[in-house]
Nanobody, 126 residues
Framework: QVQLVESGGGLVQAGDSLRLSCAAS????????LGWFRQAPGKEYEFVAG????????AYADSVKGRFTISRDNAKNTVVLQMYNLKPEDTAVYYC???????????????????WGQGTQVTVSS
């Protein structure tokens, strides 16, 4: 049974950095994209970033490009989202996700990801 467990959320000020980590277990993830979605109050799930097994293919939401970096440690089955220059609009619950990689592109739609973590809150004060 696949499990994704996030850690690293918290309350920070605008301009600060934060590192989210996700430990994946219960499966073989070399055919999966591991990534992150977020959901702000009253809003839909928003794709943040995703990476294939090798890390050769990554994708980012336009709103986080240049500020967030996703990386994978396949030996430990973890995926890390390093967030820099955080803004109040980054405030949301962040979810680690895993979904089968189609060999072409990193999927951007929430419904195409099979496994979700429980979420971790990130709050950025102005």
């Amino acid at each position: 049974q696949v499990q994704l467990v996030e850690s690293g959320g918290g309350l920070v000020q605008a301009g600060d950095s934060l590192r989210l980590s996700c430990a994946a277990s219960g499966g073989t993830f070399n055919s999966y994209v591991l990534g992150w979605f977020r959901q702000a109050p009253g809003k839909e799930y928003e794709f943040v970033a995703g990476a294939t097994w090798s890390g050769a293919l990554t994708a980012y939401a336009d709103s986080v490009k240049g500020r967030f970096t996703i990386s994978r440690d396949n030996a430990k089955n973890t995926v890390v989202l390093q967030m820099y220059n955080l803004k109040p609009e980054d405030t949301a619950v962040y979810y680690c996700v895993a979904g089968w990689y189609n060999g072409i592109y990193v999927k951007l739609v929430a419904t195409e990801y099979d496994y979700w973590g429980q979420g971790t809150q990130v709050t950025v004060s102005s």
